[in-house]
């Protein structure tokens, strides 16, 4: 029965092309837009590391000094360096890595390329085996690295195509300003959106996110032998105070120190959870913290929550495609509906021989499927075309846009679906044309 | 033209589902309309933003990785290069540029007490501006004056992030909202630890960043010596068309004389292109849309009109055999869409409002101003009557004779 509903649906798309082609072009072009935004939304709201984000964690303590009436209970989206390292040099989780990230001038002394500004991030040996990064040759640093401050270095896949055209350069020299440091691991390609481990202060930039989407850093240093090579690069969050002349960036009154902790059981999050306000509450009983309540763990994707990782303009594009597709199926409604009661004396005869007023309905259902799916390929194109389009624009994250399978498995369903609901209504209503009076205007 | 519409509401009662249908798409395109006819004027009122240096003129090099030690000896020698450029009308250099998105912001207030915590004080944008900056941006200095030698002489930044000075510039817009209706020369800002009094006031100069207060700038003098090399950008003032002549000489200039320094070049048209790339291409995209969808809404009252003139034609031709005109079934099937159209503006309008209330909840977005409504209402009229009039058109066309085919 249903081949012979296609047939027949196939056979009424063609008795009328410049009506079928309005459909099908309106559903194209709703889900073409829709479907665009989607799936920028989903590449952008996705889980940066799924095998490792459910035992991530993001500790937080509040190290502003001020019994500010107007103090909003949230602590800095990062820490000063004594609490970071404190919480970080107890190994009480099963891994830790502070990061830190900075600029500072780099060269390669073997390779006759002029200096270029790159970014740098500090972080300690964890780092590596906990966020799973790739490397193509070597590895990343010990912990007696960052204990005994080694000037060793991990540079980016990028990175060492530019300097070294791809070759295995672990064992070179790296010049980060004036200091010579060794390459002892180059990464693969990792690109993880977002880049996850720098998010902080999604909340005072406006919506304003596009930037957690930037390429990982080029260089990764541990962090007591980046301190030594670029202190005055590091970039800092904030500071509660104006930091006196010449105070070693390591006691400045500022936050500027992010830690992620692993913490692969829901015991071992309570007991870290602890762990933080225990600590809270011993510094300030030596009077070095004041908010000593205000502690947080948050794991990773609640810490991307937070900060509202995906731009506002995503979020609002998509709407606006969502709004622009029902619309598209409005249209599609009526445009059926003028489609399926035209042929109402043809219908009128089917009942009349016998037909159920379900099969009308089957049939009815079929022909907007149909239309549907010619609509998902021509909605399908449309999304390359628009993907390829955003491609262009000087946006971070121009470079991740894709259609991966889901999204391409979700154009079709979305179009078939919205086709049949479309199709719900005039189906409806052209199954219940009263058969004397058809029969009789024949 | 009464008379008419007492048997039109008549045939909606009969044809429920068709007249909601043009509703709900009127009201529908009407909603998404205004609203994104309302973001694409925010954007381009953005894109468009008044800033009050000579951006045609200027060129910029940045030169960063210097040695911040060597800063009072290597900044004059690199401006005296920069000035023997042929074109190089005057040359500065400063620690950020309007729209270069490198904001140092620190927060004010007007109260000796203030601390940066306090939620009464006002978050400005800081510019270390070293001599000649006001000749070489162009600056319009609309009250007192601006740095003097002594000012450039006597300020330092320490390991502070703030400079050891007490002469600031504020913006017109910053001082009207930090000393509402007062007169700002003398006035001062303070935070913990330092204060600055205002020396002068310059007409509006972007911040690096813009959103929300656009013009929150303060300008802070910084002689080289004791600069800690944060004045970065090199500017340079110059006949606009020489402007991309004098990137490139100026770019290779500092580049050779600071050979392990890495220097950058822009205009600064470049730097304003760059900055509003994203939202031009936004509003281009909400442009786009807008005709999609007003093309989509047009072709769906047009089909589904002449559905509902075929059905009728029958009854059609029966007023004609009993004595109606051409131009009575035309305007039969004109004032039925005006109604339709009508009632979907109406709805239309409530939703419209509604979104843009949800948006500017979750989006940081301004009311919509009322002048929307009737421009909406007018807008999507005319689209109704354009796509009836075919149709109708069609209608009219219809011979009295049918009245007397079959049934």
Redesign the interface.
């Known amino acids: 029965m249903f081949g012979y509903y296609l047939d027949l649906a196939l056979r009424s798309l063609k008795r009328n092309k410049v ?1 079928t082609a ?1 459909m099908v072009i ?1 559903i194209a ?2 889900i073409g ?1 829709s479907m665009t935004t989607l799936t920028v939304m989903h590449l952008l709201s996705g889980d940066p590391i799924p095998t490792r984000s459910a035992t991530l964690f993001y500790p937080q303590v509040d190290p ?1 000094p ?1 019994p ?1 009436p ?2 909003t209970h949230e602590a800095w989206d990062m820490m000063d360096y004594r609490s970071a390292m404190d919480l970080w040099a107890a190994h009480r989780a099963d891994r830790q890595a502070m990061v830190a990230s900075g ?3 780099l ?1 390669a002394p073997e390779v006759n390329q ?4 790159a970014q740098m991030l500090s972080t300690t040996s964890d780092f590596f085996p906990m966020f799973d990064v790739p490397f193509q040759y070597g590895g990343g640093w010990q912990p007696q690295d960052d204990q005994s401050r080694s000037r060793v270095a991990v540079i980016s896949s990028d990175l060492n195509i530019k300097l070294f055209g791809g070759a295995n350069s672990v064992g070179r020299t790296l010049r980060l ?2 200091n010579d440091v060794r390459i002892i691991g180059v990464l693969a390609p990792w690109r993880p959106s977002p880049q996850f481990y720098d998010v902080a202060g999604g909340r005072f930039s ?3 996110t ?1 930037s957690f989407y930037n390429k990982p850093e080029d260089v990764f240093m541990p962090f007591s032998s980046s301190l030594d090579i670029n202190a ?1 690069g590091t970039n800092i969050f904030t ?9 070693k960036i390591e006691d400045k009154p500022c936050v500027w120190v992010a830690l992620w902790v692993q913490l692969d059981s829901a015991a071992k999050a309570s007991n870290y959870r602890r762990f933080i306000a225990d600590y809270a509450a011993q510094q300030k009983a030596l009077g070095r913290l004041t908010h000593a309540d205000n502690t947080t763990l948050r794991s990773l994707m609640q810490w991307l929550d937070f900060n509202q990782v995906v731009p ?2 995503v ?3 998509t709407w ?2 969502f ?2 597709l ?3 199926l ?2 599609t ?3 059926l ?2 489609k399926f ?2 042929r109402s004396g043809e219908i009128g005869v089917r009942r009349a021989l016998g037909a159920t007023q379900g099969a009308v309905l089957a049939q009815c259902l079929v022909e907007a499927g149909l239309i549907g799916l010619i609509g998902g390929i021509g909605g399908w194109l449309l999304t390359l075309l628009g993907l390829a389009l955003i491609r262009q ?3 971070e994250y121009a470079d991740l846009l894709h259609l991966d399978s889901m999204m391409f498995l979700t154009t079709f369903v979305m179009a078939i679906v919205a086709s049949l609901l479309a199709g719900a ?1 005039p189906a409806w ?1 052209a199954s219940r044309v009263a058969l004397g009076l058809q029969l ?2 024949l | 033209m009464i008379m008419e519409i007492r048997p039109i509401f008549a045939s909606m009662r009969k044809h429920m589902i068709p007249a909601t249908l043009i509703v709900l798409e009127i009201a529908l395109a009407c909603a998404v309309l205004c609203n994104a006819v309302f973001m694409i004027s925010q954007r381009v009122s953005d894109i468009h933003l008044p800033n009050a240096i000579d951006e045609q003129s200027l060129v910029t090099v940045t030169l960063r990785g210097t040695d911040d030690k060597l800063a009072g000896s290597d900044v004059p020698r690199n401006l005296a290069a920069l000035r023997g450029i042929a074109g190089v009308q005057s040359a500065a250099v400063i620690s950020t540029l309007p729209l270069s998105t490198n904001n140092w912001g620190w927060s004010f207030g007007t109260k000796p007490e203030s601390t940066i915590t306090d939620q009464s004080t006002t978050n400005v944008s800081l510019f270390f501006v070293g001599p000649g900056i006001d000749k070489t941006l162009g600056l319009r200095v609309v009250q007192g004056r601006f740095f003097n030698d002594d000012d450039y002489a006597n300020s330092s930044l320490g390991s502070a992030p703030l400079p050891e000075t007490h002469a600031v510039v504020l913006t017109k817009s910053l001082v009207e909202k930090m000393w509402p209706g007062q007169p700002a020369l003398g006035k001062t800002m303070y935070t913990t630890g330092h204060y600055y009094t205002v020396v002068g006031v310059m007409a509006d100069v972007l911040r690096p960043n813009i959103g929300g207060q656009n013009y929150s700038t303060a300008f802070f003098p910084l002689g080289a010596a004791g600069s800690k090399g944060v004045q970065a950008y090199y500017v340079m003032h110059c006949d606009p068309q020489d402007r991309d002549r004098i990137v490139r000489e100026a770019e290779l200039k500092l580049a050779t004389i600071n050979p392990g320094a890495v220097a950058k070049g822009q205009t600064y048209s470049e730097i304003r292109t760059k900055y509003f790339a994203n939202m031009s291409s936004m509003a281009w995209m909400l442009v786009l849309v807008c005709v999609v969808m007003l093309a989509v809404t047009a072709f769906g009252i047009v089909g589904l009109t002449s559905f509902w003139v075929n059905q009728r034609r029958r009854q059609i031709g029966v007023r004609r055999a009993v004595g109606a005109t051409r131009g009575h079934i035309m305007r039969y099937f004109q004032t039925e869409n005006f109604l339709l159209s009508t009632a979907g503006v109406v709805f239309g309008m409530a939703l419209a409002f509604g979104i843009n209330a949800y948006l500017m909840q979750h989006y940081e977005l301004n009311r919509m101003p009322w002048y929307y409504l009737p421009c909406g209402a007018i807008a999507l009229w005319v689209i109704g009557q354009l796509s009836v009039f075919g149709p109708a058109r069609r209608a009219a066309a219809v011979p009295p004779v049918v009245a007397t085919r079959s049934a």
């Open positions: 009506l309005l309106a072009v709703g837009a502003s001020d500010d107007g103090h600029s500072l001038r060269t002029p200096p270029l500004m300003k004036d406006n919506g304003k596009a005055s500071c509660w105070h104006v930091p006196d002349a010449d105070t506002s303009d979020r609002l594009q606006l495609a709004a622009f029902l619309i598209c409005f249209n409604v009526g445009l509906l003028a009661l035209r624009q000087p946006v209504v209503r009789k205007t």
